[in-house]
């Protein structure tokens, strides 16, 4: 099943960044074609269900809030030490800000 790349860059990097660490945590360092593409799929799954859990609760306790921006912030600095549970916690939270402050188009063109 060929997969065809998302449109935006967020998601792609959030893809690709999953991919990685999908690949280090099973310890494959040189993937086949098959193997990338098993793993981007699982990786698009991935960030799919997370951006779909979005829909939980809008208001974050304090010690949430720092939690999330502490994992927000090692995500974007250092991807690659990020665990898959991490990465997924930062794209639930991202969907939840782009739910509230960006309001939905009709034609995705």
């Known amino acids: ?15 690709s960044t999953a991919s990685t660490a999908l690949l280090k945590e099973v310890g494959i360092t040189f993937p086949t074609d098959a193997e990338m593409a098993e793993v981007r799929q699982l990786a698009e799954t991935i960030v799919r269900d997370t951006v779909d859990a979005l829909a939980g609760p809008r208001e974050l306790s304090v ?11 090692l995500v974007a600095s250092d991807p690659e030490t990020a665990s898959v549970d991490q990465i997924h916690e ?8 782009l739910d509230l402050h960006i309001p939905v188009r009709a034609n995705h063109s």
């Open 63 to 73: 010690g949430l809030r720092d939690n999330l921006i502490d994992v927000a912030d």
């Open 90 to 97: 930062v794209a639930v939270a991202l969907r939840g800000l």
């Open 1 to 15: 099943m060929t997969t065809t790349p998302h449109r935006s860059p967020l998601i792609e990097s959030m893809i």
